[in-house]
């Protein structure tokens, strides 16, 4: 199975602040990777698929980089809504697998 | 719209069956694979099911293996996951997601989730 790590595992910032968090697998997976937002008690949006295509409806301000095992999701000026759990998934191979999910708080 | 609705859950005993469904709309329902998704209460995501777009690949996560089935009944547009011998650790809220474009499985929309509780 493919392991997938985030990095960090929560982290505290302020609105406008430029936040990056880390997603890295245990073997190569080409671009096969996607980013998720979760919301208390709501189900996972999509953000990103493919490293780096923005799911359609998305904002700008987030966006997505790597290929091979180190993947980069990016918020360039956070926003009140953008604070919840961020999930990396990895779709190259079966199991389909997660990060450990970054948590993202108001600081 | 493209939507998935997620629907099923409840209370059951360990040892017990329940059978979850997946309604979907506004796409081609056999074009996309259906994917399950579960929640553990205060965990991460993990990957349980998935049935091929047109059903005849099915694989389950090594948890479930065995134990679940997946199913898609093509006049409804509607997926199944029938959880049998349920365990405490199969506690979770349940997501629903069709596969992403060009057959590739990343998870969207994701459905609401639906909680199974497994408990004497």
């Known amino acids: 199975d493919i392991q997938m790590t985030q990095s960090p595992s929560s982290l505290s910032a302020s609105i406008g602040d430029r936040v990056t968090i880390t997603c890295r697998a245990s073997?190569?997976?080409?671009?096969?990777l996607a980013w998720y937002q979760q919301k208390p008690e709501t189900a996972p949006k999509t953000l990103i698929y493919?490293?780096?295509t923005l799911q359609s409806g998305v904002p700008s301000r987030f966006s997505g980089s790597g290929s091979g095992t180190d993947f980069t999701l990016t918020i360039s000026s956070l926003q009140p809504e953008d604070f919840a759990t961020y999930y990396c998934?990895?779709?190259?191979?079966?199991?389909?697998?997660f990060g450990g999910g970054t948590k993202v708080e108001i600081k | 719209q493209v939507q998935v609705v997620d629907s099923g859950g409840g209370v059951v005993q360990p040892g017990r069956s329940l059978r979850l469904s997946c309604a979907t709309s506004?796409?081609?329902?056999?074009?996309?694979?259906i994917h399950w998704v579960r929640q553990a209460p205060g965990k991460g995501l993990e990957w349980v099911a998935v049935?091929?777009?047109?059903?005849?690949?099915?694989l389950y996560a090594d948890s479930v293996k065995g134990r679940f089935t997946i199913s898609r009944d093509f006049s409804k547009d509607t997926v199944y996951l029938q959880m049998n011998s349920l365990r405490g650790e199969d506690t979770a809220v349940y997501y629903c997601?069709?596969?992403?474009?060009?057959?590739?499985?990343?998870?969207?929309?994701w459905g609401q989730g639906t909680l199974v509780t497994v408990s004497s």
């Open positions: 998934q990895q779709y190259t191979s079966y199991p389909l697998t």
């Open positions: 073997q190569g997976i080409d671009i096969w």
């Open positions: 506004g796409f081609t329902f056999n074009r996309y694979g």
């Open positions: 997601a069709r596969a992403g474009t060009s057959g590739h499985n990343w998870f969207g929309p």
């Open positions: 493919a490293a780096s």
């Open positions: 049935s091929s777009y047109d059903g005849s690949n099915k």
